[in-house]
């Protein structure tokens, strides 16, 4: 199969620049595999949709302001990094630009507080660099950093809290498992009164996300790995929900790749930490997820060849260009979809 398969054609008005007003009130468009039919809705319809039983998989990942800017003292050039895996107390991986400038050895103050210094070029594109300060690093990265917005959103973000869910909390992210931005707690609340379970899961979002897929067939891609976490309390409710025959259903494809790395052949989910760089495309069988609440996705990108292998790759283009038709927003502030 072949990167091109997966194209689509996105008119540039319809990526969302800014989020919608109220996170609950973004549109939704459902899509019922067994009858193959789409519905357009409100998100917060959503409790419409699940059921009694039901567990939601969440992504309790947050976002970190990973994006700074450095200056070097003796020439005055500039440097952006962003910041992707956290190696050990100082060294992080991290994508810079521009990267003909980004030399080994070179040092750029980002602020008072804090300096990077260029160590080694990693296989990837991008560089090791170590970070120096002093003090609590969290502290000093929240005011010296930027939010890291796809480079396909050029609007300011007014308030930083709106590209993190609602129950984010666990620092690590480069960028945020959008899907989730919908929730508010009203909805998970009004969910909870209904039966419907919450099970939380980690996966700190990284390269991957950012990284385009370049090779012509999806066999030669290779996916960069991923920091996860899945708990006891996690998997027992939902290896229970689903011996009562309730569904899984992942918020976002983060919590779906995560779940499709921790559950064998038989369905079982199991409590693991570790790196996962799982590629999902058409063929792939779900050993854990039944279905997906996702937002929109790049053209020719792993997350929509992700979203293609819970139906096919025809159907999912047809959804696609129900989307574009309907004048959906797309992407990271964009709306939502239902794969039920």
């Known amino acids: ?143 010296a950093g930027e939010m890291p917005l796809p480079p396909y959103i050029t609007e300011r973000l007014a308030e930083r809290d709106r590209y993190q869910t609602v129950y984010a909390n666990q620092s690590g992210s480069a960028a945020a498992p959008t899907a989730g931005l919908h929730f508010t707690q009203e909805l998970l609340a009004a969910l909870k009164e209904k039966g419907v379970l919450v099970a939380d899961v980690l996966l700190h979002v990284g390269l991957g996300t950012f990284r385009p897929v370049s090779a012509e067939n999806l066999e030669d891609h290779h996916m960069h790995s991923e920091y996860y976490e899945v708990s006891e309390e996690s998997a027992a409710v939902i290896n229970g929900a689903r011996k009562a025959g309730g569904r899984i259903i992942a918020v976002g494809t983060t919590s779906c790749r995560t779940l499709e790395s921790v559950t064998d052949e038989s369905g079982t989910v199991h409590a693991k930490s570790g790196w996962t760089d799982i590629f999902i495309t058409p063929g792939y069988r779900f050993k854990a997820v039944d279905a997906l609440i996702t937002n929109f996705h790049l053209p020719e990108s792993t997350l929509l060849m992700l979203v293609s292998a819970l139906s096919t790759r025809e159907e999912m283009l047809s959804v696609y260009e129900h989307a574009v038709r309907e004048r959906y927003r797309f992407f990271s502030f964009g709306d939502a979809m239902f794969i039920e």
């Open 1 to 143: 199969m072949k990167t091109s398969d997966f194209f689509y054609d996105l008119p540039q008005e319809l990526i969302a620049q800014t989020p919608a007003k109220e996170r609950s009130g973004s549109r939704l468009l459902v899509y019922n595999r067994e009858r193959q039919a789409l519905s357009d809705k409100i998100f917060s319809d959503i409790i419409g949709h699940l059921h009694p039983g039901d567990v939601l998989v969440r992504n309790t990942t947050r976002v970190i302001p990973a994006r700074i800017f450095g200056t070097r003292k003796e020439t005055g050039g500039s440097m952006e990094f962003l910041l992707l895996k956290r190696l050990d107390e100082y060294r992080w991986e991290c994508l810079v630009r521009p990267g003909r400038r980004a030399k080994p050895g070179l040092t750029f103050e980002i602020n008072s507080e804090l300096s990077a210094t260029i160590l080694e070029p990693t296989e990837a594109g991008g560089r090791i660099i170590r970070l120096d300060y002093e003090g609590v690093f969290e502290e000093i990265l929240d005011r």
